[in-house]
């Protein structure tokens, strides 16, 4: 027999149980980056101590801040370090931007193509061609950095900025081509069907209808591949030295170099991550609208 | 006529009038060769000053860069020259296919080339033909087979991490208050970059005299927590700290299959009294088949590229315990500057990943199709 009273025990105990599963996982997620935050503003004998909570725990410090020239008394100052600092995060976010600036454009043709016209390139159909896109995704970066090298070694394009956009948007551009066919396919040909019979010219169809449609899309593909260009680190260390170098490869110079100074470390590593956390707060829909437009059609 | 017929209607389908006049064919046919003619006496100019015949030349290869640019924007011109309308349509996807080719294609089968040589970059000899002495060396590489045979351990952790992000996906999906800040939190460790988790979580959580994770072992009663002295133990750190970076994109993609499920079909089942347990065996698992599969491969495929994290936490320690091919490649590149050798190994991986990644998919399909 069961009870009223046992049904609303049960699916109490569920609750607490998943909100228990759910807050655990929270804190398995955010937790390293509290430890960092904290960490940057700990002097050496709290990091040293494991002390956790800032004001209890420990007095707080602008040491690790103070080294990278952000605190407040060095903020208006002269820095090296800060210098330093911005000029890699301008080459992170210039190299980063126009790559995926590059392939969204690129890859939005391709899909556009891709999903009104059957192509025929000697034995390659629209399913070849696809497959030939999107198999791009499955090849590692390992396979073509040594070649590369060599290659930019002789083009003169080692630690160019234009050498690292070129790599980037050509790792990114299997993700736009996907995300893309998707938005195009969900867009009515009959629109562009009548303005063709009115007499515009496919491009013209393509900018003035359905480009504006696809914008949404458009978005979330240009986020996700500034994401992922943002936090690459593999090509950038080896085609990069000075000149183009980012910010991964700064920061993983620094952790090879001088891993005892916890509280520049997490200074630097909180600083890195920071612009991505705030984009996922901001940007989750879009993010997420883009990771998840490959699984529902597969 | 039999043109037409032998191609199947565009779904974007119009008649439009594309009269191309003979001239104008002709001025697109002698764009593109004469654009291939210039790269042509460049690229010749710029051999024979390499092999120093000629004293004139340039400094580098770019003008060659160039002039194959100046080809390519040719070719794409011509098409709508020669073919009007028709040659419209091909533009869309001419500029990807061109892109690819020219940065994928060519540089591999430059590869190709000089995984069968011996060039040490640092040294002035330059390249040495060696035939198949590199894949000689490979055979008798210890420390390659065994970063292959650690990517398998790497890429049946996936499946721990599959069985987690299910879960989690699951209750994110159930009728919980407060999702849109579990969401966020739950997409965070995905959006940091690998470096800076590197340092964060393997650097200093891990740290083995104060790092808060070795706290919380020894008040559990680990007495020496150390997560990179024994093999295994470093291997499975290794794995959790992908695990927690990449468990976010499952959790994306199996959540928008979750909310994709038929409602009526899961109210009905609730109707005829199923429980939990049958109703996710019978019904949620099976329909959600194909997007758990799409999640595998995928993941299965970043997985493949591991390295960052293993490059930058262990390089590849204790004795090539947490080795992945790529940063095994990277740390041969680095130590011996051997371009030819860690090329070879580069492209056998490549080889390896194109079979499995075959059998995989194929596998796939047909459970698939036996499913459906």
Redesign the interface.
């Known amino acids: 027999m069961v009870t009223a009273s046992s049904i609303m025990k049960n699916s109490i105990s569920e609750k607490v149980l998943?909100?228990g599963?759910?807050l655990f996982?929270?804190f398995?997620?955010?937790?390293?980056?509290y430890?960092?935050a904290t960490?940057s503003f700990k002097t050496a004998a709290s990091?040293?101590?494991?002390l956790?909570i800032p004001w209890i725990d420990f007095e707080p410090s602008w040491k690790g801040w103070r080294n990278l020239g952000f605190s407040p008394d060095t903020i208006f100052t002269e820095s090296n370090p800060r210098e330093e600092f911005l000029a890699r995060f301008f080459n992170t976010a210039l190299i980063s931007s126009c790559a995926s600036g590059l392939a969204v454009i690129?890859?939005s043709?391709?899909a556009?193509?891709?999903?009104?016209?059957?192509?025929?390139?000697g034995f390659m159909r629209n399913p070849d061609?696809s497959f030939?896109?999107l198999s791009?995704?499955?090849?590692?970066?390992?396979?073509?950095?040594?070649?590369?090298?060599?290659?930019y070694r002789?083009?003169?394009?080692l630690d160019t900025h234009i050498g690292m956009i070129?790599?980037y948007?050509?790792t990114v551009?299997p993700i736009v081509?996907w995300i893309m066919r998707d938005q195009f396919n969900a867009v009515p040909?009959e629109l562009?069907?009548a303005a063709?019979?009115d007499g515009a010219?496919?491009?013209v169809s393509?900018f003035k209808i359905v480009l504006p449609i696809v914008i949404p899309g458009i978005a979330s593909a240009f986020i996700l591949c500034l994401?992922l260009c943002?936090?690459e680190?593999?090509l950038a260390?080896?085609i990069t030295s000075t000149d183009a170098k980012t910010?991964?490869?700064m920061?993983?110079s620094q952790?090879?170099s001088q891993?005892i100074k916890?509280w520049n470390?997490?200074a630097i590593?909180a600083a890195?991550?920071l612009p991505?956390?705030v984009?996922?707060?901001f940007l989750?829909r879009y993010?997420?609208k883009g990771?998840?437009a490959?699984?529902?059609k597969? | 006529m039999s043109e037409v017929k032998s191609i199947e209607r565009d779904p974007l389908y119009v008649v439009a009038p594309s009269i191309v006049s003979p001239a104008t064919k002709r001025a697109g046919k002698i764009l593109v060769w004469s654009t291939f003619l210039l790269m042509l006496i460049i690229g010749l100019i710029q051999t024979l000053h390499t092999f120093e015949k000629i004293d004139f030349g340039f400094s580098n290869w770019r003008p060659v860069l160039y002039s194959y640019i100046l080809w390519a924007i040719a070719i794409g011109y011509s098409r709508v020259l020669i073919y009007g309308e028709k040659g419209k349509r091909n533009l869309f996807i001419f500029p990807a296919v061109m892109f690819i080719i020219s940065i994928v294609i060519f540089p591999m089968l430059f590869g190709l080339y000089i995984s069968f040589t011996d060039w040490n970059l640092s040294s002035l000899d330059g390249r040495k033909f060696n035939g198949l002495d590199n894949f000689y060396q490979m055979m008798s590489d210890p420390y390659y087979w065994n970063a292959l045979k650690n990517m398998i351990y790497y890429v049946l952790a996936v499946l721990v991490e599959f069985a987690i992000a299910f879960l989690l996906a699951m209750l994110l999906n159930s009728q919980i208050r407060g999702r849109k800040f579990f969401r966020i939190a739950f997409l965070i460790p995905l959006m940091l970059s690998p470096v800076a988790v590197s340092w964060m979580v393997g650097k200093s959580m891990l740290e083995q005299r104060f790092g808060p994770v070795a706290n919380l072992g020894r008040y559990l009663g680990w007495e020496t927590p150390t997560f990179f002295s024994s093999p295994e133990i470093a291997r499975l750190t290794m794995m959790c700290m992908d695990a927690w970076t990449f468990i976010p994109l499952m959790i994306i993609m199996l959540l928008a299959g979750l909310q994709a499920l038929p409602k009526e079909v899961l109210e009905a089942a609730k109707v005829d009294g199923a429980n939990k347990w049958t109703m996710f065996k019978n019904i949620i698992f099976p329909i959600m088949l194909p997007v758990s599969l799409t999640t595998l491969v995928i993941r299965i495929i970043f997985k493949l590229k591991l390295a960052d994290i293993i490059i930058i936490v262990t390089a590849g320690g204790p004795g090539g315990a947490t080795d992945s091919v790529t940063s095994f490649i990277v740390r041969e590149y680095r130590d011996r500057s051997n371009v030819g050798y860690g090329t070879l190994l580069s492209f056998v991986y490549l080889i390896l990943i194109i079979i499995f990644m075959t059998i995989l998919i194929r596998f796939v399909n047909r459970w698939l199709q036996r499913a459906a």
């Open positions: 998943i909100y599963i759910l996982w929270t398995i997620c955010l937790f390293p980056i430890w960092t960490t990091v040293t101590q494991g956790l690129l890859g043709f391709a556009y193509g891709l999903s009104r016209f059957n192509y025929k390139f061609i030939f896109f791009q995704l499955i090849l590692p970066p390992v396979v073509l950095a040594l070649p590369v090298l060599v290659l002789e083009l003169d394009l070129l790599l948007t050509l551009l081509i040909i562009e069907e063709l019979v010219s496919v491009w393509f994401i943002w936090n680190y593999f260390a080896l910010m991964p490869v920061v993983a952790i090879s891993s916890w470390m997490a590593s890195l991550c991505l956390i984009a996922a707060i989750e993010i997420v990771m998840a490959g699984a529902i597969g």
